[in-house]
T-cell receptor, first 114, second 116 residues
Framework: AQSVTQLDSQVPVFEEAPVELRCNYSSSVSVYLFWYVQYPNQGLQLLLKYLSGSTLVKGINGFEAEFNKSQTSFHLRKPSVHISDTAEYFCAVRVQTGANNLFFGTGTRLTVIP | EAQVTQNPRYLITVTGKKLTVTCSQN?????MSWYRQDPGLGLRQIYY???????DKGDVPEGYKVSRKEKRNFPLILESPSPNQTSLYFC???????????????FGEGSRLTVL
């Protein structure tokens, strides 16, 4: 079985400061990894994904994440946040075979302070 | 425009009154799924469907039914709603089992259900 842990439920950060949202996963098989973002009153949209290859992946809106297999982590980073980045962020995993069932973490609410 | 459409977006109902939340996608996706989102619990999968007439339980299927008679539609049925089904529900779709399947899910905007 797969599981995803997002240790920080809330992360406040000042505008233009860097941010890291942490994600750890556990799985007995190989997985794909995703970060989704949910803006207020909207559905989720894909921020970035790791399927294979380079462990550093870049996504939309200046976000990037690094896959670390030994630490089973997939932390999300942005060097300088904007007010518009205020949202809830979800880390998700799925196994590489079988149905496209994503297992989500509990989410991290990022609040950017002016 | 490629999209997943859910209806209704907001609904208040009473215990025991059957209701259906519709979901439709226009991307010809094989895979569709329902999730519920609750504070502190993230998204949990209710049911999913790999293709027409193929459905399977997710992590929290109790109290829900689904059907997949057409590729584009995947309604969620609450036969006898209870207060613990008060939640925000999301429908999602994706291609599946394609050679270069990226696994990206496309989400609807959500349906907020309150059961009194």
């Amino acid at each position: 079985a797969q599981s995803v842990t997002q240790l920080d439920s809330q992360v406040p950060v000042f505008e233009e400061a860097p941010v890291e949202l942490r994600c750890n996963y556990s799985s007995s098989v190989s997985v794909y990894l995703f970060w989704y973002v949910q803006y207020p009153n909207q559905g989720l949209q894909l921020l970035l994904k790791y399927l294979s290859g380079s462990t550093l992946v870049k996504g939309i809106n200046g976000f990037e994440a690094e896959f670390n297999k030994s630490q089973t982590s997939f932390h999300l980073r942005k060097p300088s946040v904007h007010i518009s980045d205020t949202a809830e962020y979800f880390c998700a995993v799925r196994v590489q075979t079988g149905a496209n069932n994503l297992f989500f973490g509990t989410g991290t609410r990022l609040t950017v302070i002016p | 425009e490629a999209q997943v459409t859910q209806n209704p977006r907001y609904l208040i109902t009473v215990t025991g009154k059957k209701l259906t939340v519709t979901c439709s996608q226009n991307m010809n996706h094989e895979y569709m799924s329902w999730y519920r989102q609750d504070p502190g619990l993230g998204l949990r999968q209710i049911y999913y469907s790999m293709n027409v007439e193929v459905t399977d339980k997710g992590d929290v299927p109790e109290g829900y039914k689904v059907s997949r008679k057409e590729k584009r539609n995947f309604p969620l049925i609450l036969e006898s709603p209870s207060p613990n089904q008060t939640s925000l529900y999301f429908c999602a779709s994706s291609r599946d089992r394609a050679p270069k399947n990226t696994g990206e899910l496309f989400f609807g905007e959500g349906s907020r259900l309150t059961v009194l």
